[in-house]
Every structure is written in C-alpha cells, then in structure tokens.
C-alpha cells in the first residue's frame, strides 16, 4: 500500500505551468531538437502518470490501486515492447460508485525507436471477446505499423489481460441477473471509454491517435466516430463496418448472411468434392449414436448441428477450406481389431474444440448479438432466422437425401449454451441478455453524416461475416468514408497480407492513392 501521499491541492499546481509555446516553436526545430522536445514531454507525461498514480484510489478491500502502470522495455525480434495496466470504472456512467477492472495494453515500436517522438496507433481486435495478438517478432501489418507508429495493441475488457470474463472467472458471480447485468459493461460503448482513458494518460498532450479496427474492432471504431471523435486522427476500417440503424440490426445482417454462407458451402464443396460423402457419415453417425451425438474430450456434446458449426472458422478465413478438409481426412479411426466399431477419431474431437474456442474466449458466444442492439432485444436473431433457412441447413435430412451438408457461419445459437460445457453455466444470463430491450446507444448517425475525422476502409466483397450490401448502405451515411473494394482477400486480409492492406488504407489517407 502507498504511504505518505502528497495533498492532491498541494500536487496539482506542479502540472499547472503552461508549456503551449513548445508547440508553436516545435515545427522550426530541427530532427535532433524535436526528438530532444519528445523525451522532454514523455517525462512530463510520466510525472504526470506519476502524480496520478501517488494520488490513492481503494478498492473494496482498502487497498490502493495505481491508476496507470508502465512496465519496462522487452524485446521480441525486430521489436520493442512495453506493458501497460490501467484501472477504469466498470460503469463510466456512474464512475464514483462503479467498482473498477484492469485494462491490459501492449505499447510497441522498432528497435531503437523507443525515445523518438511518433505518432500512436491503436489497433482495436475482432470479436466480441477476443484479445489482442501477442507478437512474437516484427512482422505483418505490426512490421508495417511500426515504421512511423508507435502501435499499441489493447485488450478489451473481459479478454487477455483485461480482467479476463472466462469459464471459470465468471462463476464468481452468482446470480444470472447478476452476471447478466455486469456483461451489459463490456460492449463497444465502454471499449471506446477505456481507449479515450489511455489516450489522454499515454499519449504525450493527450493528442489524437490513429485508430485501426478489425472486423469488431471496426465497429468499435464507429462507435469511437459516433461519440468521441476528439480523439481521432484518422480511422483505418478492415473487414469492419456494421449496420447502423436503430433497434436490433442482427436480423437484417443473418438474412443478408445466409446467402454468403450457401455460396461459400458450394465453393467448398467444389474444391474438396470427396468431403460431401465423409461429412455425411459423420453426421449420420452422430445422429444414430446415444443422445444423438458423442462426447467431446472437454465433456460438451459433439451432435449434427454442432459440427455445422465448423463453418465459422472454416468457411470465411483464408486457408480455411484447406484446414476444414485436412480435419475431415482424419475423421475416422482405423479398424485395428477386426469387427471393432466404428468410432470418430480423438485426433478430429481434439480438433473440433480447438477450433470452437469456447473454453478460452467464451464472450464471443455470450455477448455475440448484443453487438446488434441498439433500444432493443436480438431475441436469439439467428436461430429465428435460421429456421427460415431450414429446408437447406438440416443436416440429417440432408445426409439422408444425398445433398451436401451444409456449414453455418457467424451466429450464435440457444442449443450451444447445452451442448457446449464452456458455456452451460451462463445459459440463463445469456438469456437474460436475449431478452434485454434497453440496450444503449451504440453509434450517432448525425455525428457519422457530420464527420470530419479521414476514413479509409477494406471492404472484402465476398466477406462471409459482414455483408457486403450491408457494408455499402452504411458507408453511404458516413462523411469522408473513402472505401477499397477487394475480392483479392478474405475477412482476414489484415492478417494474410502482410503489411499491404495497411499500407494500402494508409496511402488513401496520405496522398499516395489520391481520388479518381
């Protein structure tokens, strides 16, 4: 615990002395000087961070918590890296009395680059429920960032470092209304208050910083344009543009979905025609076996419905097909015993859950359609809107006509939350939140029709997870949106194309790929 504070009003006036004249002189330094200037404000910043954080805030056991705490420098191959942790309200609407969580962020730059003055990049994960790569060397769009950025790489709450919600953490609280209610804080609204938070407590002068969002972390991104554009500079959108209306969208986003999802089975299907039997088997197998389906190592259940989930991962992601199709190859055991039965193989059950992820980042189920609401319930959008689909994506009749099984893509449905061991214990919170109508806010489409802040954005044309129709209506209610339409990628482009997707978005800021 911290002893011997200062007096917060005997603090104060050490940060009041005005240095706004540094700014005025800054553009007639020279490289030297500005870097001089730079560190200059780091450590003012740091006193900064410092005083802030002598200045004791309790938690419910009376110990003191440090509002920022900066570690020091590692490396990685080709990177410098720096932790952060941050201590923010739960609830920023009612900051006194909420209780608070640990925000996690990773700050990194070049070799050598880490006392040179550079603007901050934000890069804000797809999700919900995901937390942030952890880099491993200099690389990727990162490699690419990192030549004029300084990138930080944030946990959203709940995930990571971030006060991980996981399937044991989450068994703290009790109450389903309990937990239902907690899980309301940790939607794109309260990310975009934890990023402003760091912001002005990171970045020197609390300047604006550029922000990328991938896929939710794009619909982050426009909730940041909506309600806090002060600090943006600039917006990087890959793979990540919601619909922006009001209520519940998920319905209108699984409608215009579906028809993706059937092309992408039929492409699959195309490449790998000898899967179109084995899938079958599978699916009969686990149809006829007890409580129609088998066991999966982690003590979930592996049914027909359950393994058309492998559409999620398999379907939308570049290499995808390839990896659904070596999973499938090794499906079965080999008959060692003569008159032995037939049963799935470890390596494919193994396989299976590796791939769903729920016993890690169980938020993306929990919170999935939540991220839709605006003023209104999802009412579990997908499985509604699947059983118009039906006809198509039943899998046992399909198996027992001879047509292709098909796969789902993104959507998130009621039997999961049984048939899933991760997620059985938050089935009825999970309820609760399908059945929530008071969602806040989550864009302003007067600040979108009035934004001044440069956007540029990759719009995947055949991307399985955000419609590309969908994507079109929004950005035509978005000020200074500029868009690059692509089929060169999937969803992941950010991630399979090295640094070309950034580099790309970048240059429709800067000049480099001016209108045409």
């Known amino acids: 615990m911290l002893k011997n504070h200062a007096p917060p009003n005997l603090i104060k006036p050490l940060l009041s002395f005005d240095l706004s004249f540094l700014s005025s002189i800054s553009a007639t330094l020279s490289p030297l000087q500005s870097a001089r200037l730079h560190r200059f404000r780091l450590r003012r910043t740091s006193i900064r961070a410092v005083v802030a954080m002598s200045i004791p805030k309790f938690d419910s056991t009376g110990q003191s918590m440090p509002e920022h705490v900066a570690g020091n420098w590692y490396s990685v191959p080709g990177l410098r890296l720096r932790d952060h942790r941050f201590m923010v309200p739960l609830d920023y609407k009612n900051r006194e009395a909420s209780s608070k969580i640990s925000i996690f962020a990773r ?131 890959t793979g990540g543009i919601p619909p922006i209306g009001d209520g519940c969208t998920a319905d209108s986003v ?78 079965w055991d080999p008959i060692l015993v003569p008159g032995a039965p037939k049963q799935i193989s470890s390596y494919f059950l193994n396989t299976y859950e590796n791939w769903v992820s729920f016993d890690t980042n169980p938020l993306y189920a929990i919170l999935h359609e939540s991220i839709y609401c605006q003023g209104a319930s999802s009412r579990w959008s997908a499985h509604r809107v699947r059983a118009d689909h039906e006809s198509k994506f039943d899998a046992i009749k399909a198996a027992k006509e001879g047509r292709p099984v098909l796969f789902t893509g993104e959507m998130i449905f009621p039997w999961m939350f049984d048939e899933v061991k991760a997620l059985r214990p938050f089935k009825e919170a999970t309820q609760l939140l399908a059945e929530k109508e008071d969602w806040p806010p989550l864009y302003d489409g007067t600040a979108l029709k009035n934004n001044k802040v440069p956007v540029a954005a990759a719009v995947y044309y055949e991307d399985m997870y955000v419609n590309f129709k969908l994507v079109k209506e929004t950005a035509s209610q978005i000020a200074g949106i500029r868009l690059w339409i692509t089929n060169e990628y999937m969803h992941s482009g950010l991630r399979d194309g090295g640094g070309q997707v950034f580099d790309h978005l970048m240059g429709m800021l800067n000049g480099k790929k001016p209108l045409f």
């Open 254 to 331: 699984y409608r215009a979905c579906f028809e993706q999802i059937i092309h992408q089975n039929e492409k699959y299907y195309k490449r790998f025609p000898q899967d179109i039997e084995i899938v079958q088997d599978i699916v009969t197998f686990l149809a006829e076996s007890e409580a129609g389906g088998v066991p999966l190592p982690s003590g979930g259940i592996l049914t027909p419905r359950g393994l058309q989930f492998l559409g999620l991962s398999g379907l939308g992601s570049s290499a995808g097909f390839e990896r659904l199709h070596y999973m499938f190859e090794r499906a």
């Open 107 to 237: 700050e990194i730059v070049a070799v050598g680059k880490e006392e040179q003055p550079m603007p901050y990049l934000l890069y804000l994960q797809g999700g919900p429920g995901f937390e942030c790569p952890r880099p491993t060397e200099a690389s990727g769009w990162i490699l690419k960032a990192c030549e004029e950025f300084r990138v930080v790489l944030m946990d959203q709450r709940g995930t990571g470092l971030s006060t991980p919600l996981t399937p044991s953490s989450m068994q703290q609280i009790k109450s389903a209304q309990k937990l239902a209610d907690y899980l309301t804080h940790f939607r794109a609204d309260s990310i975009v208050n934890d990023a402003e938070f760091i912001r002005v407590r990171l970045v020197p002068e609390a300047r604006p910083w550029t922000v990328l969002g991938q896929s939710y972390g794009g619909f982050c991104g426009l909730t940041y344009l909506s309600f806090a554009p002060q600090g943006l500079k600039q917006v990087l959108l």
